[in-house]
């Protein structure tokens, strides 16, 4: 059983014949608290550094699911005009691993109100491993799995990040570079790394105050915007859907969040109508000496609530005002 799981993973990572059919970044409901993972343009945005870390472990029971760790920092330089940030991404899935470290830097334009406008660029380099003996394979001829990879990628992204106190939207693609994953293999079946893009939005508004605040947001994920233009013709039709994360979520009292988000998916270009993914639920709280401790949990509403009883994300973050040395209110974004 787990082999098999295993080997269904990898199918699903790596995509089939000609076409890519899964995203393959790894899925945060807690999106909004780790949005340098994305999008480097939102470094130094919070106006004062702020750290944080998140795991997530996705298909609770089910061997080989996805499960993730991140850690963030960024911060403004002196001026506000320009934040820099780094990111450590780890995501392991069945018997793959990759390991990504990018430095961001944004350059943030004053707009007058309040209002900013953040371009953002980040490179690093990531390795990617993959260890195909782990796999109970049916055909063990298959080249394919000749060799298990182990790469070194670098990487270079880029994004736009505007925002006013109440209101913020953002477009980026962290991984502009694609690379073909597998190592002197010749056959018609392609691992390849994929361009994703991501475009968020979102809101506050007082409902009661500054002691009680709702906050809408959205998070669109996309393989493959630009894929008709692409030089080999096998990936002109990506068949990976466009997935969308909608969340609401109520600040109490500058100190206490509590959330509910959905995720689903748009029909791909020669795919059938994709289902309903999850229904989630999270909460994060502010203590006073400026850590943020928060946790998310996911119900699938997929056949996939039948073998697991969901996903799970914890984090903790520091969020601090490093000119003045006293912690802050924290910002609604």
């Given at each position: 059983m787990r082999n098999s799981i295993y080997a269904l993973l990898t199918i699903l990572f790596c995509g089939?014949?000609?076409?890519?059919?899964?995203?393959?970044?790894?899925?945060?409901?807690?999106?909004?608290?780790?949005?340098?993972?994305?999008?480097?343009?939102?470094?130094?945005?919070?106006?004062?550094?702020?750290?944080?870390?998140?795991?997530?472990?996705?298909w609770v029971s089910v061997p080989g699911a996805p499960s993730t760790q991140t850690l963030t920092a960024h911060t403004p330089l002196r001026g506000d005009?320009?934040?820099?940030?780094?990111?450590?991404?780890?995501?392991?899935?069945?018997?793959?691993?990759?390991?990504?470290?990018?430095i961001a830097y944004a350059y943030r334009i004053p707009l007058g109100g309040n209002r900013k406008l953040a371009v953002g660029l980040q490179g690093g380099l990531e390795n990617y491993q993959a260890n195909w003996d782990?796999?109970?394979?049916?055909?063990?001829?298959d080249p394919s799995f000749d060799a298990s990879p182990n790469l070194f990628l670098p990487n270079f992204g880029a994004g736009i990040?505007?925002?006013?106190?109440?209101?913020?939207?953002?477009?980026?693609?962290p991984h502009l570079v694609e690379y073909d994953l597998r190592e002197n293999i010749q056959t018609s079946i392609y691992a390849r790394q994929a361009r994703h893009y991501y475009f968020s939005v979102g809101g506050a508004v007082n409902l009661n105050g500054d002691a009680l605040v709702f906050k809408p947001s959205a998070l669109i994920k996309n393989v493959g915007l630009f894929a008709f233009a692409d030089k080999q013709a096998e990936f002109e039709n990506i068949g990976a859907p466009t997935e969308f994360d909608i969340d609401l979520s109520f600040l109490f009292q500058q100190t206490f969040w509590v959330g509910a988000s959905f995720r689903s998916a748009i029909e791909a270009f020669g795919t059938p109508t994709s289902s309903f993914d999850?229904?989630?639920?999270?909460?994060?709280?502010f203590l006073s000496n400026g850590l943020r401790v928060g946790a998310?949990?996911?119900?699938?509403?997929?056949?996939?609530?039948t073998v697991t009883a969901g996903s799970f994300e914890v984090m903790l973050g520091y969020e601090f005002n490093y000119r003045t040395k006293k912690i802050v209110t924290p910002r609604y974004f």
């Open positions: 089939s014949v000609f076409t890519i059919q899964a995203q393959q970044d790894a899925m945060f409901t807690k999106y909004m608290f780790n949005s340098l993972v994305y999008n480097p343009a939102y470094a130094g945005s919070n106006d004062h550094m702020a750290i944080g870390v998140l795991h997530r472990t996705q005009r320009v934040g820099v940030g780094i990111s450590l991404v780890n995501d392991k899935i069945g018997p793959t691993n990759t390991v990504g470290l990018n782990q796999l109970d394979l049916e055909n063990v001829t990040y505007f925002q006013t106190p109440r209101f913020y939207a953002g477009f980026a693609s999850s229904g989630d639920i999270w909460v994060s709280w998310a949990y996911d119900y699938p509403l997929t056949e996939l609530n």
